[in-house]
């Protein structure tokens, strides 16, 4: 089975994760992106157009609601402990695997992807040419703007959709699908270097794989919508993962094979200059060191980047296309909402290129500021990297909703506080449905309205919450578990350590068989009576003043623990560790930093 020896309910919400996502992807036929001019099913599924698709969409969001509600679990049993890292990412792949089968949702970027491919396979170049120019099956599914634009997108990408249209010619449907098979590796580089990250940032491997890869604007915005972002970040946190296990050469040019699909990635690459200086230094940076590991850097990257460019027969004219898609304003964008609202202000005036330009400056100012701050190198390096990209689209004139997952990436490696959980799950959420299934026009502002009460339930329900529980072969009752602020109530947590460290010391996990022995120690030392404790005179014998007498006699007392004592003797364990890794991180010892942060990490799963 594949979650053997799981509970019950943990169980249950996989399935109901998948009978959500084989609804979203049955609604997809009727109501997502189906293909203009091709093939299709969507009316023999649902009937006539008019009353098919309205049927389509309220299967499709019924299984949206569906999937919401067993990822909240997820986190809950996440949190408590019951799924494992190997748990979620399973979980996550048996969610992901029907929106592969189904049209795009919420974009028809793909078929614009598709159209900017048959260009290059026309052997014509898609940074100076466009999908008009070329009639066709292909072609004919792009969006009506995206006709009359070159390609923004680097080498990599255009070697892929190139692929893609020559192996499958005129046929939309089967491109559209090989392309997705594509760009899903990224979903597996990306659950590959999520446990890496968090052995640095501090974060449990398992809630990062929560938060970053099973996350329903990761599966539908970039599974389901089959946007490339989703091979970027992939690559991105691989590469970076890379850098910080000190295999440098190979973590660069993996970012720059990011870069070689959208130039986003491009904002780590400075901060990760950082990270091979404090490896290269041994802690004491100088700007000799800084200026061998920068030329080393750039030429990786150049070489990797040459290389997809003359692979794919392509220049570096994908520069000067980068602000193709220029021509939208969506208020999702900070510079672009507040140049509206100024103009409003102020009538007659348009503002809004204005308050873009300020945004830029603005990033600018932002990321140099973010990448002094991290020369230290290390976790505080992709910390910044994190924020810096945050900031990319905070500040970008066009932020559409899968933007956000790029900061995800590799914040979703941090530990992360519930407050900033629970804010994060409800911005996910309303990320996810801000426009109709097909990707074409936005929701009415009633229905923002609804989608908003839904995102803080979501955030809620993540921060509280219960759960019953039914272990597997285990008895009839059920036993109910309460999510708060605090963590996961725990009584049998010190049980819970002694298996870990049987576990750790069969594997000779040396990271984990410290920290849990540490723990035991301290719980131990803990519940044992202070030897400067008054000791009763009344009891004894003519021989030995206060010794004891009788049955048990040679056995010292102990103090009884409750759970909230054991929970917090391993919170000051994590503390300490924290602490003294920050310290190591300034004096740039960063093995012993990471050797502390994985030993807190190890421990943080306890809570």
């Known amino acids: 089975m594949l979650f053997a020896g799981k509970c019950v309910s943990h169980r ?9 996502t084989g609804l979203i992807s049955l609604g997809a036929f009727g109501a997502g992106a189906t293909l203009e001019h091709g093939p299709t099913v969507a009316w023999t599924l649902f009937g006539t157009p008019g009353s098919g698709n309205a049927l389509a969409t309220a299967v499709l969001y019924l299984g949206v609601g569906l999937l919401l509600a067993a990822w909240v679990r997820l986190g809950h049993f996440v949190r408590a402990g019951f799924a494992n890292a190997r748990d979620v990412t399973r979980t996550v792949w048996l969610w992901a695997a029907p929106l592969l089968f189904a049209p795009p949702l919420f974009s028809t970027d793909l078929y614009t992807y598709l159209a900017q491919g048959a260009v290059a396979h026309a052997g014509l170049d898609p940074y100076t040419h466009v999908p008009a ?9 792009a969006a009506g703007h995206w006709l009359s634009v070159p390609s923004p997108y680097g080498p990599l990408f255009i070697l892929v959709v190139k692929s893609v249209v020559a192996v499958t010619g005129d046929n939309p449907l089967l491109a559209a699908f090989l392309t997705r098979l594509v760009f899903v590796t990224g979903l597996a580089l990306l659950c590959l270097a999520l446990p890496v990250l968090c052995r640095f940032l501090g974060g449990l491997p398992e809630h990062a794989l929560w938060i970053g890869a099973a996350n329903p604007l990761v599966l539908l915005h970039l599974v389901s919508g089959g946007h490339n972002d989703l091979l970027m970040i992939g690559l991105l946190a691989s590469g970076v993962a890379l850098v910080l296990v000190r295999a440098p050469v190979r973590g660069f040019a993996l970012v720059a094979l990011a870069v070689a699909v959208k130039a986003t990635a491009a904002v780590a690459l400075p901060f990760l200059v950082w990270v091979w200086v404090a490896h290269r230094s041994g802690g004491r940076p100088t700007w000799g060191v800084f200026l061998r590991v920068a030329t080393a850097a750039v030429s990786t990257v150049v070489v990797a980047f040459g290389l997809c460019s003359a692979v794919a027969g392509v220049g570096l004219g994908w520069i000067s296309a980068l602000g193709g898609n220029s021509v939208l304003q969506p208020l999702m964008s900070v510079p672009t909402s507040a140049g509206k609202i100024a103009a409003l202000v102020i009538p007659g005036t348009d503002l809004v290129s204005a308050f873009r ?15 002094w701050r991290s020369r230290r190198g290390g976790a505080t390096a992709v910390r910044g990297a994190a924020a810096a990209l945050l900031g990319t689209v905070l500040c970008s004139a066009v932020v559409l909703p899968w933007y956000f997952s790029w900061a995800l990436a590799l914040g979703a490696a941090a530990r992360w506080t519930a407050s900033r959980v629970a804010v994060a799950a409800g911005l996910s ?3 996810v449905v801000n426009n109709h299934p097909d990707g074409k026009t936005l929701l009415p502002p009633w229905a923002f309205a609804a989608l908003l009460v839904v995102a803080i339930a979501v955030g809620v329900s993540v921060r509280r919450g219960k759960i019953p529980c039914l272990p597997s072969g285990g008895p009839v009752s059920l036993a109910v578990h309460s999510v708060s602020s605090s963590g996961w109530e ?12 049987k576990a750790a010391l069969k594997t000779r996990d040396r990271t984990a068989i410290s920290a ?44 009884d623990l409750t759970d909230a004592d054991l929970r917090s003797i391993v919170e000051n364990e994590v503390r300490e560790r924290t602490v003294a890794a920050e310290d190591y991180e300034r004096l740039g010892r960063a093995e012993e930093a990471a050797r502390l942060r994985a030993e807190a990490a190890v421990l943080q799963r306890h809570l």
């Open 12 to 20: 249950s919400t996989a399935g109901l994760g998948l009978a959500g």
């Open 133 to 141: 120019e070329i009639p066709g099956a292909i072609t004919e599914n």
């Open 357 to 371: 330009t300020a945004g830029w400056f603005v990033l600018a100012g932002l990321i140099t500021w973010l990448w």
């Open 429 to 431: 959420t309303w990320l």
């Open 490 to 501: 725990c009584p049998a947590m010190r049980a819970k350590l002694r298996d870990d460290l």
């Open 516 to 559: 849990l022995r540490s723990a035991l120690a301290a719980i131990d030392n803990a519940e044992a009576v202070p030897v400067d404790q008054a000791l009763d005179a009344t009891v004894g014998n003519e021989h030995v003043a206060g010794a004891a007498v009788g049955l048990g006699a040679a056995e010292a007392s102990r103090r």
